[in-house]
């Protein structure tokens, strides 16, 4: 089995080893892998003791072994859930959850196999395409984000960035029949944004974010806001809620900036604020949403490389770290 791992920041590197499947496991041939902005913070260097670390948390192959009653059968086309259930753990009389994250708070799936737990393993519909189905977990993690708010139809969501994530977020918005309003400083990926269904947008660099979103929504703001954990965003968010509305603050925990908060204006306009980490149990739901037709990914992956250049790969997008959306590395 080959793995990329990143060993300390700023350094990948190829390594063969030899890991046994074991019971409860399925075995997979791996054959599209998913590199995210997510991975290139992993290799650019966060929290000292993630290291050393295989990144990727997105990955579609062929069952390679099962356990007999598993219900795979040799070469069905699968989907990987990154999102792992390791309660082990009661708090009271309750046992509480832990998940944990492939390729951030565990191994990830850049190798070409990888043996992952059976209730990982989704197989896929003929009609859901591997450029589509590499998107599940993005899916599956805005799910989680729309099932923590009691919305209603006809509300405002504020999504702060227009990146693959919250483009997912906007669609979903609108499956959901809540209307997303997109916010960033960067009007390409704003215009690119509508190719999406995703009409409001504002542009930061060039407007006041508050007076459009009061504008947009009539005066009364939006209803909830999300956005990924950036320092100089948390601010923003807190503004353009309503009073008595809802932050979202979704991302994953180990390579998220650490934010301070204006406590007074939290007080002062009684939000709630929410951390959403993962998306456990939601990957069911999201290929059926991408077999329906729901959400489209047409166009977000920037680049394909081969498993062998995937390594250096990380050198050359650490210059430009804007230089690519998804990158895709073919096994």
Request: hydrophobic share 45%; with cysteine.
């Given at each position: ?23 409860g ?30 990144p ?17 059968k ?23 959850k ?62 702060i ?6 483009l ?36 930061a660099?060039s ?8 504008e947009?929504?009539?005066g ?9 954990p950036?320092?100089t965003?948390?601010n ?24 301070s ?19 456990a ?9 991408l ?30 770290p804007?230089?690519?959306?998804k ?5």
């Open positions: 089995m080959k793995i990329i791992q990143i060993k300390t920041p700023k350094m990948s590197r190829t390594v063969e080893i030899h890991e046994e499947r074991k019971e496991e399925v075995k997979v041939k791996l054959s599209k892998i998913a590199l995210s902005r997510t991975d290139l913070n992993l290799y650019m260097g966060v929290e000292e003791d993630i290291y050393p670390i295989i990727s948390h997105s990955a579609i192959g062929y069952v390679s072994e099962a356990d007999e009653g598993s219900g795979f040799l070469g069905a086309r699968v989907a990987i859930d990154p999102f792992v259930d390791v309660s082990s753990f009661s708090v009271g009389k309750e046992r509480a832990a998940i944990e994250v492939m390729g951030i708070t565990r191994n990830g799936l850049l190798a070409d196999f990888a043996n992952v737990p059976v209730e990982c393993v989704y197989a896929l519909p003929e009609g859901i395409k591997d450029e589509e189905a590499i998107f599940l977990d993005y899916i599956s993690f805005g799910s989680k984000v729309f099932e923590n708010y009691d919305f209603n139809k006809g509300d405002y969501v504020a999504i960035g227009s990146g693959i994530f919250q997912i977020l906007g669609q979903l918005a609108i499956y959901y029949q809540i209307v997303p309003i997109l916010i960033d400083q960067n009007a390409d990926k704003l215009d690119d944004a509508k190719n999406f269904g995703i009409y409001y947008t504002i542009d660099s407007e006041d974010v508050s007076e459009r979103v009061k947009i929504t009539g009364r703001m939006a209803e909830f806001s999300v956005f990924l950036k320092e965003l948390f923003v968010a807190v503004d353009i809620t309503m009073q008595g509305g809802t932050v979202i603050i979704a991302g994953f925990d180990k390579v998220s900036d650490k934010l908060a204006d406590v007074s204006s939290i007080l002062k306009k009684q939000l709630t604020i929410i951390g959403v980490n993962n998306g149990n939601e990957t069911a739901s999201a290929i059926n949403l077999a329906n037709k729901i959400i489209k990914t047409e166009g977000l992956i920037s680049k394909e490389v081969d498993f062998a250049s995937a390594s250096n790969l990380f050198k050359d997008w650490a210059r430009d804007s230089k690519y959306r990158v895709i590395v073919l096994v």
